[in-house]
């Protein structure tokens, strides 16, 4: 039933690509530690870098565990559904990492986002992920379901924010510059948006 793959290309890449939502795991290392399970979506905010590098963009929102297990162990597991077409379960297991606004690394990846307006998202990080292993299941379980679009009220909420509010609004929230286990998150203030 399932298979492994050694690389992010052909069939699997379109079918990665494809998809409207994904989900995100992590976890600290501590054994009685939180486990951090979380959907992404917003079109244009996944790519596809390499064979084995894929990333996406990490935008503002209440928590910020999977940058805080990042930043601890690197381990995360990417996670695709089909909800229409073909029954389907993609996952990615890899290491990952928040590659921050001042990272020499950042004109070149937010370059790889074409598709959408980061601008408007409050934009925190890139995580960059390299697979170590890449799965697929059958996904026989997964409901049949219709996307209608994205929802634009994240855009909406967080196009009006500078640099500075938005600092404000992280140092606000409780688990953004400290994990719910007390992992270091964020790296608050944020370092400035490049021009």
């Not at 054994?31 to 990490?58: C, H, I, M, Q, W």
């Not at 890899?94 to 998202?121: Q, T």
């Amino acid at each position: 039933m399932g298979k492994t793959y050694e690389r992010i290309d052909g069939r699997l890449r379109d079918f990665i690509e494809a998809q409207p939502v994904f989900f995100t795991a992590t976890a600290p290392l501590s054994g009685d530690g939180t486990v951090n399970l979380s959907p992404k979506g917003l079109r244009g905010s996944f790519a596809v870098l390499d064979e084995r590098t894929v990333a996406y963009l990490d935008f503002a929102g209440s928590n910020a565990e999977t940058v805080a297990h990042l930043r601890e162990n690197g381990r995360i597991t990417l996670m695709w559904c089909a909800f229409t077409g073909p029954p389907n379960i993609v996952r990615v297991h890899g290491r990952g990492e928040p590659v921050f606004r001042d990272d020499p690394r950042w004109g070149e990846l937010i370059a790889r986002f074409p598709g959408i307006d980061h601008s408007r998202h409050g934009l925190r990080a890139i995580i960059v992920v390299t697979a170590e292993l890449i799965r697929d299941t059958c996904g026989y379980a997964v409901p049949l379901m219709t996307y209608e679009s994205d929802r634009p009220l994240h855009g909406s909420r967080f196009e009006r924010e500078t640099d500075e509010s938005l600092d404000a609004y992280f140092h606000k929230k409780e688990h953004v510059a400290t994990s719910i286990d007390g992992l270091p998150g964020l790296p608050l203030p944020l370092p400035p948006t490049p021009a």
